[in-house]
Protein backbone atom coordinates (compact mmCIF):
# COMPACT_ATOMS: atom_id res chain seq x y z
CA UNK A 1 0.00 0.00 0.00
CA UNK A 2 3.31 2.14 1.13
CA UNK A 3 4.64 1.46 -2.31
CA UNK A 4 1.45 2.61 -4.54
CA UNK A 5 0.68 5.37 -2.81
CA UNK A 6 4.16 7.08 -3.47
CA UNK A 7 3.84 5.54 -7.01
CA UNK A 8 0.65 7.34 -7.68
CA UNK A 9 1.90 10.82 -6.04
CA UNK A 10 5.25 10.64 -8.39
CA UNK A 11 2.83 9.73 -11.16
CA UNK A 12 0.98 13.14 -9.90
CA UNK A 13 4.13 15.04 -10.06
CA UNK A 14 5.14 14.38 -13.38
CA UNK A 15 1.57 15.05 -15.04
CA UNK A 16 1.80 18.51 -13.09
CA UNK A 17 4.90 18.98 -14.57
CA UNK A 18 2.96 18.79 -18.19
CA UNK A 19 1.76 22.17 -17.31
CA UNK A 20 4.59 23.94 -16.08
CA UNK A 21 5.14 26.26 -18.65
CA UNK A 22 1.73 27.56 -18.46
CA UNK A 23 1.50 28.11 -15.11
CA UNK A 24 2.73 31.18 -13.46
CA UNK A 25 2.41 29.54 -10.11
CA UNK A 26 4.24 26.09 -9.23
CA UNK A 27 3.47 25.61 -5.78
CA UNK A 28 1.36 23.18 -6.25
CA UNK A 29 4.17 21.19 -8.25
CA UNK A 30 6.45 21.93 -5.24
CA UNK A 31 4.05 20.46 -2.78
CA UNK A 32 3.29 17.49 -4.54
CA UNK A 33 7.02 16.81 -4.69
CA UNK A 34 7.16 17.19 -0.75
CA UNK A 35 4.34 14.86 0.04
CA UNK A 36 5.90 12.55 -2.56
CA UNK A 37 9.27 12.37 -0.85
CA UNK A 38 7.19 12.52 2.31
CA UNK A 39 5.59 8.94 1.99
CA UNK A 40 8.37 7.75 -0.63
CA UNK A 41 9.91 7.85 2.69
CA UNK A 42 7.03 5.71 4.41
CA UNK A 43 8.14 2.85 2.24
CA UNK A 44 10.11 0.42 4.51
CA UNK A 45 13.39 -0.12 2.27
CA UNK A 46 13.54 3.52 1.81
CA UNK A 47 12.90 4.72 5.45
CA UNK A 48 15.54 2.38 7.11
CA UNK A 49 18.04 3.53 4.54
CA UNK A 50 17.33 7.27 5.26
CA UNK A 51 16.91 6.65 9.14
CA UNK A 52 20.72 4.62 9.22
CA UNK A 53 21.99 7.71 7.79
CA UNK A 54 21.05 9.88 10.49
CA UNK A 55 21.67 7.06 13.08
CA UNK A 56 19.16 4.77 13.35
CA UNK A 57 17.11 6.16 15.83
CA UNK A 58 14.03 7.04 13.89
CA UNK A 59 15.25 10.55 13.01
CA UNK A 60 14.16 9.93 9.67
CA UNK A 61 10.11 10.01 10.68
CA UNK A 62 10.09 13.63 11.70
CA UNK A 63 11.72 14.96 8.46
CA UNK A 64 8.96 13.15 6.58
CA UNK A 65 6.04 14.19 8.53
CA UNK A 66 7.03 17.84 8.78
CA UNK A 67 7.26 17.70 4.37
CA UNK A 68 3.89 15.85 4.44
CA UNK A 69 2.53 18.79 6.89
CA UNK A 70 4.23 21.59 4.86
CA UNK A 71 2.74 19.75 1.30
CA UNK A 72 -0.46 20.16 2.24
CA UNK A 73 0.00 23.13 3.13
CA UNK A 74 1.13 24.36 0.07
CA UNK A 75 -1.08 21.93 -1.75
CA UNK A 76 -4.34 23.49 0.17
CA UNK A 77 -2.91 27.05 -1.10
CA UNK A 78 -2.59 26.19 -4.47
CA UNK A 79 -6.20 24.38 -4.26
CA UNK A 80 -7.74 27.28 -2.67
CA UNK A 81 -6.49 29.67 -5.32
CA UNK A 82 -7.60 28.05 -8.49
CA UNK A 83 -11.41 27.58 -6.82
CA UNK A 84 -11.87 30.95 -4.82
CA UNK A 85 -8.91 33.31 -4.49
CA UNK A 86 -10.78 35.78 -2.06
CA UNK A 87 -11.47 32.50 -0.03
CA UNK A 88 -7.48 31.62 -0.12
CA UNK A 89 -6.52 35.17 1.03
CA UNK A 90 -8.43 34.60 3.81
CA UNK A 91 -7.16 31.33 4.47
CA UNK A 92 -3.79 32.25 3.90
CA UNK A 93 -2.62 33.67 7.42
CA UNK A 94 -4.41 31.27 9.49
CA UNK A 95 -2.94 28.38 7.67
CA UNK A 96 0.61 29.55 7.37
CA UNK A 97 0.50 30.32 11.44
CA UNK A 98 -1.24 26.67 11.85
CA UNK A 99 1.69 25.41 9.80
CA UNK A 100 4.48 27.15 12.13
CA UNK A 101 3.25 26.49 15.39
CA UNK A 102 2.34 22.64 14.53
CA UNK A 103 5.97 22.48 13.18
CA UNK A 104 7.28 23.63 16.43
CA UNK A 105 5.16 21.67 18.62
CA UNK A 106 5.79 18.24 16.54
CA UNK A 107 9.35 18.73 17.41
CA UNK A 108 8.68 19.52 21.05
CA UNK A 109 6.85 16.10 21.29
CA UNK A 110 9.55 14.07 18.98
CA UNK A 111 12.00 15.00 21.50
CA UNK A 112 10.56 13.09 24.23
CA UNK A 113 10.08 10.36 22.07
CA UNK A 114 11.52 7.33 23.39
CA UNK A 115 12.59 5.43 19.64
CA UNK A 116 15.92 3.84 19.98
CA UNK A 117 15.69 1.46 17.29
CA UNK A 118 14.42 1.81 13.21
CA UNK A 119 11.11 1.02 13.04
CA UNK A 120 8.78 0.70 9.79
CA UNK A 121 5.72 0.97 12.05
CA UNK A 122 6.65 4.13 14.15
CA UNK A 123 3.44 4.36 15.95
CA UNK A 124 2.69 1.52 15.81
CA UNK A 125 5.94 0.32 17.99
CA UNK A 126 6.13 3.25 19.93
CA UNK A 127 2.52 4.78 20.06
CA UNK A 128 1.33 4.07 23.62
CA UNK A 129 3.72 6.72 24.93
CA UNK A 130 1.79 10.24 25.60
CA UNK A 131 4.94 12.08 23.59
CA UNK A 132 4.11 9.83 20.23
CA UNK A 133 0.56 10.48 20.80
CA UNK A 134 0.32 14.03 21.47
CA UNK A 135 3.18 14.36 18.33
CA UNK A 136 0.76 12.22 15.94
CA UNK A 137 -2.10 14.10 17.42
CA UNK A 138 -0.95 17.67 16.10
CA UNK A 139 -0.23 16.66 13.03
CA UNK A 140 -3.17 15.11 12.20
CA UNK A 141 -5.43 18.06 14.09
CA UNK A 142 -3.76 20.67 11.64
CA UNK A 143 -3.96 18.74 8.57
CA UNK A 144 -7.72 17.62 9.35
CA UNK A 145 -8.91 21.16 9.72
CA UNK A 146 -7.10 22.04 6.04
CA UNK A 147 -8.40 19.37 4.02
CA UNK A 148 -11.71 19.46 5.06
CA UNK A 149 -12.06 23.48 4.64
CA UNK A 150 -10.49 22.46 1.10
CA UNK A 151 -12.65 20.03 0.64
CA UNK A 152 -15.44 21.97 1.26
CA UNK A 153 -14.31 24.96 -1.00
CA UNK A 154 -13.31 22.76 -3.90
CA UNK A 155 -17.03 20.87 -3.63
CA UNK A 156 -18.52 24.26 -3.39
CA UNK A 157 -16.93 25.96 -6.28
CA UNK A 158 -16.21 23.10 -8.58
CA UNK A 159 -19.35 24.29 -11.01
CA UNK A 160 -17.71 27.65 -11.39
CA UNK A 161 -14.30 25.78 -13.04
CA UNK A 162 -13.96 27.05 -16.37
CA UNK A 163 -13.57 23.74 -18.20
CA UNK A 164 -15.09 20.03 -17.92
CA UNK A 165 -11.62 18.67 -16.91
CA UNK A 166 -11.24 21.25 -13.77
CA UNK A 167 -14.65 21.09 -12.63
CA UNK A 168 -14.54 17.32 -12.32
CA UNK A 169 -10.93 17.60 -11.16
CA UNK A 170 -12.29 20.13 -8.83
CA UNK A 171 -15.24 17.44 -7.64
CA UNK A 172 -13.01 14.33 -7.13
CA UNK A 173 -10.48 16.23 -5.00
CA UNK A 174 -13.23 17.50 -2.63
CA UNK A 175 -14.10 13.84 -2.82
CA UNK A 176 -10.52 13.21 -1.58
CA UNK A 177 -10.53 15.42 1.21
CA UNK A 178 -13.85 13.73 2.38
CA UNK A 179 -12.02 10.61 2.66
CA UNK A 180 -8.69 12.13 3.99
CA UNK A 181 -11.02 13.90 7.27
CA UNK A 182 -12.24 10.51 7.74
CA UNK A 183 -8.43 9.14 7.54
CA UNK A 184 -7.45 11.71 10.24
CA UNK A 185 -10.79 10.79 12.09
CA UNK A 186 -9.39 7.44 11.87
CA UNK A 187 -6.18 7.91 13.09
CA UNK A 188 -7.33 10.03 15.93
CA UNK A 189 -9.22 6.80 17.06
CA UNK A 190 -5.82 5.04 16.65
CA UNK A 191 -3.66 7.04 18.86
CA UNK A 192 -5.94 7.49 21.57
CA UNK A 193 -7.06 3.42 21.67
CA UNK A 194 -2.96 3.27 21.96
CA UNK A 195 -2.47 5.57 24.86
CA UNK A 196 -5.44 4.28 26.70
CA UNK A 197 -4.59 0.06 26.17
CA UNK A 198 -8.00 -0.28 24.12
CA UNK A 199 -6.49 -2.74 21.85
CA UNK A 200 -9.47 -3.98 20.12
CA UNK A 201 -10.78 -0.50 18.98
CA UNK A 202 -7.03 0.24 17.64
CA UNK A 203 -7.64 -3.21 15.42
CA UNK A 204 -11.07 -1.69 14.10
CA UNK A 205 -9.34 1.91 13.68
CA UNK A 206 -6.68 0.57 11.74
CA UNK A 207 -8.37 -1.41 9.15
CA UNK A 208 -10.54 1.63 8.25
CA UNK A 209 -7.41 3.81 8.19
CA UNK A 210 -5.69 1.16 5.50
CA UNK A 211 -8.71 1.71 3.36
CA UNK A 212 -9.45 5.76 3.72
CA UNK A 213 -5.66 6.23 3.47
CA UNK A 214 -5.49 4.83 0.24
CA UNK A 215 -9.16 5.99 -1.20
CA UNK A 216 -7.88 9.84 0.09
CA UNK A 217 -4.43 9.40 -1.77
CA UNK A 218 -5.94 7.87 -4.89
CA UNK A 219 -8.98 10.52 -5.64
CA UNK A 220 -6.35 13.89 -5.02
CA UNK A 221 -4.08 11.80 -6.93
CA UNK A 222 -6.69 11.59 -9.63
CA UNK A 223 -8.38 14.96 -9.18
CA UNK A 224 -5.39 17.13 -9.18
CA UNK A 225 -3.68 15.68 -12.23
CA UNK A 226 -7.02 15.21 -14.49
CA UNK A 227 -6.55 18.54 -15.79
CA UNK A 228 -3.17 18.64 -16.82
CA UNK A 229 -3.64 14.87 -18.27
CA UNK A 230 -6.81 15.99 -20.22
CA UNK A 231 -5.33 18.97 -21.25
CA UNK A 232 -2.48 17.73 -22.89
CA UNK A 233 -4.05 15.17 -24.49
CA UNK A 234 -6.79 17.56 -25.39
CA UNK A 235 -3.83 20.42 -27.08
CA UNK A 236 -2.40 16.92 -28.84
CA UNK A 237 -6.06 16.52 -30.50
CA UNK A 238 -6.57 19.97 -31.52
CA UNK A 239 -2.91 20.46 -33.23
CA UNK A 240 -3.69 17.47 -35.57
CA UNK A 241 -6.97 19.06 -36.29
CA UNK A 242 -5.05 21.70 -37.15
CA UNK A 243 -2.47 19.74 -39.27
CA UNK A 244 -5.11 18.66 -41.22
CA UNK A 245 -6.92 21.89 -41.98
CA UNK A 246 -3.35 23.90 -42.82
CA UNK A 247 -3.14 22.62 -46.48
CA UNK A 248 -6.70 24.02 -47.23
CA UNK A 249 -5.88 27.23 -45.42
CA UNK A 250 -2.73 27.27 -47.65
CA UNK A 251 -4.62 26.88 -50.60
CA UNK A 252 -6.66 29.94 -49.68
CA UNK A 253 -3.96 32.15 -48.50
CA UNK A 254 -2.63 31.51 -51.95
CA UNK A 255 -5.64 32.65 -53.54
CA UNK A 256 -6.32 35.80 -51.94
CA UNK A 257 -2.51 36.52 -52.02
CA UNK A 258 -2.62 36.36 -55.72
CA UNK A 259 -4.82 38.41 -55.83
CA UNK A 260 -3.15 41.09 -53.85
CA UNK A 261 0.20 40.52 -56.28
CA UNK A 262 -2.16 41.07 -59.38
CA UNK A 263 -3.54 44.63 -57.54
CA UNK A 264 0.17 45.56 -56.56
CA UNK A 265 0.28 45.12 -52.80
CA UNK A 266 3.60 43.16 -52.08
CA UNK A 267 2.70 42.59 -48.53
CA UNK A 268 1.47 38.84 -48.55
CA UNK A 269 4.19 37.53 -50.82
CA UNK A 270 5.91 35.50 -47.54
CA UNK A 271 4.08 32.70 -46.81
CA UNK A 272 2.43 33.30 -42.93
CA UNK A 273 4.32 31.39 -40.37
CA UNK A 274 6.82 29.91 -41.79
CA UNK A 275 9.39 30.91 -39.55
CA UNK A 276 7.58 29.10 -36.45
CA UNK A 277 7.13 25.63 -36.34
CA UNK A 278 4.16 26.05 -33.86
CA UNK A 279 1.18 24.87 -35.97
CA UNK A 280 -1.10 27.09 -33.33
CA UNK A 281 0.87 30.22 -34.91
CA UNK A 282 1.16 29.38 -37.96
CA UNK A 283 -2.77 28.26 -38.38
CA UNK A 284 -3.38 32.16 -36.26
CA UNK A 285 -0.86 33.99 -38.63
CA UNK A 286 -2.49 32.28 -42.02
CA UNK A 287 -6.09 33.24 -40.57
CA UNK A 288 -4.82 37.09 -40.12
CA UNK A 289 -3.90 37.75 -43.51
CA UNK A 290 -6.45 36.46 -45.10
CA UNK A 291 -9.08 38.04 -43.03
CA UNK A 292 -6.69 41.13 -44.20
CA UNK A 293 -6.76 40.09 -47.62
CA UNK A 294 -10.60 39.86 -47.74
CA UNK A 295 -10.73 43.35 -45.94
CA UNK A 296 -8.53 45.00 -48.38
CA UNK A 297 -10.37 43.93 -51.33
CA UNK A 298 -13.76 42.34 -50.78
CA UNK A 299 -13.97 41.21 -54.09
CA UNK A 300 -11.48 38.61 -53.14
CA UNK A 301 -13.80 36.73 -51.48
CA UNK A 302 -15.75 35.71 -54.83
CA UNK A 303 -12.62 33.42 -55.30
CA UNK A 304 -13.79 31.35 -52.81
CA UNK A 305 -16.29 28.43 -52.18
CA UNK A 306 -19.12 28.43 -49.89
CA UNK A 307 -16.69 25.57 -48.26
CA UNK A 308 -13.51 28.04 -48.20
CA UNK A 309 -15.67 30.56 -45.92
CA UNK A 310 -17.07 27.94 -43.36
CA UNK A 311 -13.64 26.53 -42.97
CA UNK A 312 -12.35 29.94 -42.29
CA UNK A 313 -15.18 30.03 -39.72
CA UNK A 314 -14.77 27.15 -37.92
CA UNK A 315 -11.07 27.46 -37.41
CA UNK A 316 -11.49 30.94 -35.78
CA UNK A 317 -14.01 29.38 -33.89
CA UNK A 318 -11.91 26.65 -32.90
CA UNK A 319 -8.79 28.85 -31.80
CA UNK A 320 -11.17 31.19 -30.09
CA UNK A 321 -12.12 28.19 -28.15
CA UNK A 322 -8.64 26.90 -27.15
CA UNK A 323 -7.67 30.50 -26.11
CA UNK A 324 -10.40 30.99 -23.92
CA UNK A 325 -9.56 27.72 -22.07
CA UNK A 326 -6.16 27.97 -21.87
Known sequence: MQLIIALALWVLVGALAIGTRRRTDQSILYAAIMIAVSLTLNIDAVYFAADGLLGGRNYADLPANLLLLVGVYFLSRAILRASSPSRACATDRPFRGGAIVTACLMVMMFVFIDAPQTSGSFMQDFGNQPAAAAYSLIQFTYLGIVVALTGTICLRFAGRMSTPARR???????????????TVLSVVGMDLAHVFGAMSLLALFASAYDVLNLAAFLLLCLGLSLPPILGWVTKRIDRRKLRGVLPDLTRIWNDVSAQHVELGDETHRHTPGMASR?????VHRTLVEIRDALLFDPSVRDRLTDEDLALLTATETHIGAQSASA
Not at 278 to 282: A, E, R, S
Open 278 to 282: DVDTV
Open 168 to 182: LGFRIIGAGCGAAVL
